[in-house]
């Protein structure tokens, strides 16, 4: 039997967006992460999260995902931990941001970027929590 991968931790995301100004704006602005350098030759904006770092990568060509919250929460997207979701809820609500509630009753929600890419933030009380 072969050796098994050890994965040991998640480094990044990378995300294709079509606007990197109107996603920077989202991504910095809306969801409050901090932008950090990169070293890269092509239109992008890397963000910081602890250990992990979200890559947006610009393509002007891209097609927009499809993706309706509304219909279904099982889609792919990145999950990201909040302190408190009641204050992000009304944070998207007031930039204008498609919310849904998870379907599970648990604390998270899901949104979407301006390429519609799903984002859940969930709540994390303590260190070390899950979903």
Known sequence: MSPTIEIIT????????????????FYSGILG???????LNYPGA????????IHLIENVDLVTSSIDLHVST???HVALGVRNLEAAKQQLLAANCVV?????????L???????????????????ARS
Request: with cysteine.
């Open 33 to 39: 992460l901090q932008r950090v350098d990169r070293a």
């Open 46 to 53: 890397w963000y910081q999260i602890g250990d992990f770092q």
């Open 10 to 25: 998640c480094l990044h995301t990378a995300t294709m967006v079509s606007n990197l100004d109107r996603s920077v704006a």
């Open 74 to 76: 099982r889609n792919p």
């Open 100 to 108: 849904k509630m998870s379907n599970s009753g648990r604390a998270a």
């Open 110 to 128: 899901f949104t979407q970027d301006p390429d519609g890419n799903a984002i859940e933030l969930t709540q994390i009380d303590g260190l070390g």
